[in-house]
């Protein structure tokens, strides 16, 4: 049996009847990152001496009686996410030598729960980009053809998983980029309701947009997840004080009558025709499970792109003021101080990074900000209203996470407006603010795997996942994983 195949849930239940040690599953997860890793290039840190250890201590809790949703589980985290003692750097040189002196709210909770930490995973630099290209170390590849781009930002998370090399990981999403990755890489991905997972501890990139989620090997696995991560959370003013449902026992209800609203702006030119005709078919199916599909309209769709891409530049721009040289981590030398400073960004950043920068810094300069910010925030307003009015006729929205299946590495890096349209069916829900989902839904005649996005109102993530649940076990697209 490889255990490392295995998914959180089938795993927990194997450890609970004592027919594998922890000890044993942390192997097998090693074994695999051994076999594999050298080509799929997922992590930016392995912590192996500590899986270790704690999976001598996780055991000595079970033997003791325990079980835990999490407790023996090795988890991946990406690396924009803070980790007491252990390496974070938001993959880039800027931050290289980064140690974070405190926890993120998320990994305390996966910590209280008993998961084991496998390692901290690639990512576009500070999570801005839409291939993992853009990492300051090394290029991630997708496991199901290592010389295409595993999606990104969480490219690091979604290989990792889709690659066997955790059980599950934690990314995190401000355009797009747990889902797209998810979607490319064949695996779950899902961005939570801004505010129902805190966000103490993640490295900001566009703190109005930013939010984690969990990725995995089917939606059970998600479920577990956020049931854990999901919570108010003192530590962050945004997080929410929203009652938590248990997510996982609302999976097996029934989708008799659902209302599934079908945006016509979703179904674009352009679009390749093997996704097009595979998230039709998931509509079909999940109509032969008692859904009513409807076709809706979100009118401002095409404003989303240019809307998001001036928001979150702004907002990078002032995150990313902090790292000059004195407060954190890399710093070049200079004949003065803001000799200094110029310098240290100049080699502590990567290009894309500093394209949004000043992208941001213009956007916000005077005389420019009322024509751009002001009226970017007047336009996610509607953004936002164009989905409440469309939940007034539909339970869910049903649509394809990426235009396009993963493209090869190298292909769109000299064009970053063609590489910003990735996203563009990711974009408005980040703009929104409303929790969505992307799972298997079929593959391209080349065998690379399509993903179906199921978006739902405010703090409605228990109907997304019951819906996602439904269609996973009516197909058996999630079962399939690559050969490496």
Known sequence: MELHALTIAELRALLDRKEASVRDVVDSVYARIDAVEDRVKAYVSLTREGAIEAAAGCQKKIDEGNSLPLLGIPVAIKDNMCTEGIRTTCSSRILSNFIPPYESTVTSR????????????????????????????????????????PGGSSGGSAAAVAADECIAALGSDTGGSI???????????????????????????????????????????????????????????????????????????????????????????????AVEASVRAA????????AIPEEISLPHTDYAVATYYLLATSEASSNLARYDGVKYGFRESGKDLIDMYMKTRAGGFGAEVKRRIMLGTYALSSGYYDAYYRKAQQVRTLIKRDFEEAFRRADVIVTPTSPTAAFHLGEKTEDPLQMYLSDIFTISVNLAGVPAISLPCGFTPGNLPIGLQIIGRHFDEETILRTAYAYEQATEWHARRPTL
């Open 110 to 149: 996966l910590t209280e729960q008993g998961y084991v930490l496998t390692g901290k995973t690639n990512l576009d630099e500070f999570a801005m980009g839409s291939s993992t290209e853009n990492s300051g170390f090394h290029a991630t590849r997708n496991p199901w053809d290592l010389a295409r781009i």
């Open 179 to 273: 889902r797209q990755p998810a979607a490319l890489c064949g695996v779950v991905g899902m961005k939570p309701t801004y505010g129902r997972v805190s966000r103490y501890g993640l490295v900001a990139f566009a703190s109005s947009l930013d939010q984690i989620g969990p990725i995995t090997k089917n939606v059970k696995d998600a479920a577990i997840l956020m049931n854990i991560i999901s919570g108010r959370d003192q530590m962050d003013s945004t997080s929410a004080p929203v009652p938590v449902p248990d997510f996982s026992g609302g999976l097996g209800r029934e989708i008799k009558g659902l209302k599934v609203g079908i945006p016509r702006e979703y179904f674009i030119e352009g679009m390749d025709s």
């Open 283 to 290: 509509i079909r199916q999940l109509e032969s499970l008692g």
